[in-house]
């Protein structure tokens, strides 16, 4: 989708914190064919814009959903061009992106409406911001230049699909590297932060450009804010002051951001179309940062483990349909579901293609809007081959396959054997089409033999002649497709349980008075709708719905706990040093047991265990709330693997080796 001629805005901006005002104007230059009327929208909170000599603004409609749209209206046919001033006031509130002007910061983004939007036009231009003494302002583009001491100046160079201004007390820290100038906007001084920012920008450019093409932008910035939320712009990252003092967050985080600054901040997504770029730059920052490491199939099995736990039926949607994450089940579609299209596609295709593909969706169109139809087209120019089977499945199409092997025989043969069995799609509705890795384990080799069975029924037959004694076989071993997992491939997870609907919540009736209490405020950050029940009123726990089993003494805690503590394979914690949530290992039904003798701590493992829903027991110290363990439960066997009857090819197989996308 190309990019129709930007509107260019000329904003002169005047931010009183203490008052929590914005003043604003805004001299437009419209495209030549931009009509004589057209509609804008401006935030809620600003005044009817005052129009300059030959415009008149005219309000159009009610004011609703924190927006007011107006008709600008050019009164002569050779007006200049329109300038158009309006203030707004907000409560401060240094925790929220909503109210974005107080004492300790401000916020503008394109959702506020701090500039006059028409319909899906792209912008570019200028922003003059003055400020309150001790205050800089970042924004998108080139700056800051500082035409006064107490002005700062930021310019666009191509155009954005919208305007982001933040301000506050800033100290900057910067650095020149060949041709990006790379920024960091603390709150305070410190140039030891500053310093591992500037490093970790400047190696995340560098591996990126080998990989996608010439970087956008002249300057990349990491910008600490006044609240806890982090955002990705063109050109610079907003991240909360917790956040960005996390170990992990230069090296696994940030790299995500750069990659946005390509694809959906270089590259805009159609609005229309659904947000292809979430999925691709998960796909090209935190499976690469895994697949790196050795993890890729760790990552891609915890991705579709997400999509199991969070998403129902009633949850699911087409990848057509996502526009942003709002919960875990539309963050494991519209970023786990697209991080596998990709990757199923870089499998089709083949690095060498995959990464032309790439670089042509970025070459062709960087300042433009497109849709999936754009990245399709992309790579089909690449590969020189029609891809629409492909894309309009993954794409259009909610649900995933779910895969079973059955009747598999091996016949021992003069040179090895002959492998024959059939692939089932067991899912409800019509089959998928597939391209279904398979690993034959033999007596050959340490390395698995790889084959692909081309499958588009719901029972495809396969026949192989190998070299040695085939021993084990093993469907999709390493999740390379986009599927329904099979229980046994999964450890049970505290993600089973924080995606069911509802829940049953059981507290201990010998507990003390006190612990029961806090277990009952536990219990109404867990029960989701469910119920809560003391242990003594229930003989078992439910048999149709998943239940937390609260505290040491209750009567139906796991085989693993008992009243001095817990043990989690070889590892073993005490009831008096630690506090602990783990799932039971198997069972029909998700259950899960907390235990903890901690006032401070029990309330707060109701927000903490959400960070670990991908595991199946989590341990913290009493002594001062740190992670002690974390851990999976051991998986079983699953419909998707077969063994000779007299092997004992019982361990996982041994893949062939795969090169990562940047060498």
């Known amino acids: 989708m ?13 931010i009183e914190p203490r008052a929590s005002l914005v003043r604003i104007g805004d001299t437009l230059e419209l495209p030549r064919d931009h009509p004589a009327e057209s509609r804008f929208v401006l935030g809620a909170a600003f005044t009817t814009p005052r129009a300059s000599a030959g415009w008149e603004v005219r309000p159009d409609g009610e004011r609703a959903g924190g927006a007011a749209t107006y008709r600008l209206v050019r009164g002569t046919p050779h007006a200049p061009p329109p300038r158009l001033e309006y203030e707004g006031r907000w409560a401060a ?8 002007v107080g004492p300790d910061g401000a916020f503008l983004s394109g959702s506020a409406g701090w500039y006059p939007r028409f319909a899906d036009e792209l912008v570019e231009g200028e922003i003059t911001v003055r400020l309150p003494a001790g205050w800089r302002a970042v924004a998108q583009g080139t700056g800051p230049a500082q035409p006064r001491p107490d002005v700062d100046l930021w310019r666009t160079t191509r155009p954005q699909d919208e ?3 933040v301000a506050g007390p800033y100290h900057l820290t910067e650095r020149t590297d060949g041709a990006h100038r790379l920024q960091v906007w603390l709150r305070a001084p410190d140039p030891r932060l500053a310093q591992t920012y500037l490093d970790a920008s400047a190696d995340a450019i560098a591996r990126y450009e080998r990989l996608l093409g010439p970087y956008p932008d002249a300057k990349f910035a990491v910008v600490e804010s006044f609240f806890e939320s982090g955002y990705g712009m063109p050109s610079y990252t907003l991240l909360g002051p917790r956040v960005m003092r996390l170990p992990f967050v230069p090296r696994v985080s940030l790299p995500h951001e750069v990659v946005h600054c390509w694809f959906g901040n270089g590259v805009f997504i159609d609005p229309s179309a659904g947000n292809w770029a979430e999925g691709l730059t998960a796909y090209l920052a935190d499976h690469l940062a895994a697949e790196v490491a050795g993890n890729g199939a760790r990552h891609r099995r915890e991705a579709l483990q997400k999509y199991r736990s969070f998403v129902d039926a009633g949850r699911d949607f087409p990848l057509t349909a996502f526009r942003a994450r709002h919960d875990q089940a539309s963050m494991a579609v519209g970023y786990g579901k697209a991080m596998l299209l990709f990757h199923m596609l870089r499998t089709r295709l083949g690095d060498a293609t995959f990464v032309a593909g790439l670089r042509a969706l970025y070459r062709d169109h960087l ?22 089977d492909f894309f309009t499945q993954w794409t259009s199409r909610s649900g995933a396959p779910a895969l079973a092997l059955e009747d ?24 998928w089409s597939l391209s279904i890795p398979i690993a034959l384990s033999t007596t050959e080799s340490a390395v698995a033999a790889m084959r692909v069975v081309e499958s588009s029924t719901h029972r495809q037959g396969f026949a192989w002649a190998v070299a040695g004694r085939v021993t084990r076989v093993d469907v999709d071993p390493a999740f390379d497709l986009f599927r329904q997992l099979e229980p046994e491939e999964v450890p049970r997870s505290l993600g089973d349980l924080f995606g069911a609907r509802r829940t ?18 536990l219990a109404g950050m867990l029960a989701r709708g469910g119920t809560v029940r003391l242990d003594s009123e229930l003989a078992s726990l439910p048999a149709g719905e998943p239940a937390w089993v609260l505290g040491w003494e209750n009567r139906h805690r796991p085989p693993f706990v008992d009243d001095r503590g817990a043990s989690f394979g070889d590892s073993k914690i005490t009831r008096d040093a630690s506090c602990a949530a783990a799932t039971t290992p198997e069972g029909a039904m998700p259950q899960a047991w907390i235990g903890c003798d901690d006032d ?6 109701g927000r903490r265990l959400g960070h670990y829903a991908r595991r199946s027991f989590v341990t913290f110290a009493r002594a001062d709330g740190r992670r002690e363990l974390e851990g999976e439960w051991p998986t079983g066997r699953s419909a998707l693997t077969s063994t000779a009857v007299e092997s004992s090819a019982t361990q996982a197989p041994r893949l062939p080796e795969r090169p990562h996308l940047i060498h």
């Open 93 to 100: 509130a240094a925790d929220s992106t909503t109210t974005p």
């Open 367 to 388: 300042g433009a809007r497109a849709s999936f139809d754009d990245v399709r087209r992309a790579f089909e120019g690449a590969a020189g081959i029609a891809l629409s």
């Open 504 to 521: 049953t919540v059981v507290l201990p009736a010998l507990a003390e008075p006190a612990a029961l209490e806090r277990y009952r405020a």
């Open 163 to 165: 305007l982001t201004l």
């Open 600 to 605: 401070a701590l029990t309330p707060a493992l």
């Open 408 to 431: 598999v025989r091996v016949t021992p043969t003069a040179t090895g054997s002959e492998v024959t069995g059939t692939l089932v799609q067991r899912q409800a509705g019509d089959p």
């Open 2 to 14: 190309r990019a129709q001629p930007p509107i260019r805005h000329a904003l002169e901006v005047e």
